[in-house]
T-cell receptor, first 113, second 112 residues
Framework: AQSVTQLDSQVPVFEEAPVELRCNYSSSVSVYLFWYVQYPNQGLQLLLKYLSGSTLVESINGFEAEFNKSQTSFHLRKPSVHISDTAEYFCAVSDQGDDKIIFGKGTRLHILP | NAGVTQTPKFQVLKTGQSMTLQCAQDMNHNSMYWYRQDPGMGLRLIYYSASEGTTDKGEVPNGYNVSRLNKREFSLRLESAAPSQTSVYFC???????????FGNGTRLTVT
């Protein structure tokens, strides 16, 4: 069965500094990969997705993630974070041909002033 | 657009009571899902419905039942609530297989 590992439960980072949130998944032939964001007291929203094609995907608010098949990773990065990025970030994966999307345990991003 | 609507937003139950969480989507999506979110556990899939007329177990189905009433609605029932079912429950929908999920705002359930 597919599984997702987010190694860091919390990541503190200073405002305007770069950040990387790590995500690894169990190996599979073909996968779809997602990052979701949950702002305080809200539901989850899709941040970005990898379905096929270019291994580097970007969101509208400056985040990007790179699909690395050999390392089974899909790390999320942002070159300069803002206070408004304070949220919990979830990596999710689905095997192609499977309807289930499995989530990691989440990484809470704390932006320090 | 309302998107995915969950009711109620909050609920307190006593052990052994039953209740149904309601979910409706107005995006004409084929697939619908129920997840629970617990601190440090992320989101875990309870049940899902790939299309109208079908339901399947997810990672943590014990203690729950679901009904895909029609294409729009997917309900989650707790027949005999237990304190271990205290959680935030999220309903989600998607256009088709593997497509991105659209989430409701959640139902915060406390079982005492």
């Amino acid at each position: 069965a597919q599984s997702v590992t987010q190694l860091d439960s919390q990541v503190p980072v200073f405002e305007e500094a770069p950040v990387e949130l790590r995500c690894n998944y169990s190996s599979s032939v073909s996968v779809y990969l997602f990052w979701y964001v949950q702002y305080p007291n809200q539901g989850l929203q899709l941040l970005l997705k990898y379905l096929s094609g270019s291994t580097l995907v970007e969101s509208i608010n400056g985040f990007e993630a790179e699909f690395n098949k050999s390392q089974t990773s899909f790390h999320l990065r942002k070159p300069s974070v803002h206070i408004s990025d304070t949220a919990e970030y979830f990596c999710a994966v689905s095997d192609q041909g499977d309807d289930k999307i499995i989530f990691g345990k989440g990484t809470r991003l704390h932006i320090l002033p | 657009n309302a998107g995915v609507t969950q009711t109620p937003k909050f609920q307190v139950l006593k052990t052994g009571q039953s209740m149904t969480l309601q979910c409706a989507q107005d995006m004409n999506h084929n697939s619908m899902y129920w997840y629970r979110q617990d601190p440090g556990m992320g989101l875990r899939l309870i049940y899902y419905s790939a299309s109208e007329g079908t339901t399947d177990k997810g990672e943590v189905p014990n203690g729950y039942n679901v009904s895909r009433l029609n294409k729009r609605e997917f309900s989650l029932r707790l027949e005999s609530a237990a304190p271990s079912q205290t959680s935030v429950y999220f309903c989600a929908s998607s256009v088709k297989l593997n497509s991105p999920l659209h989430f409701g705002n959640g139902t915060r359930l406390t079982v005492t």
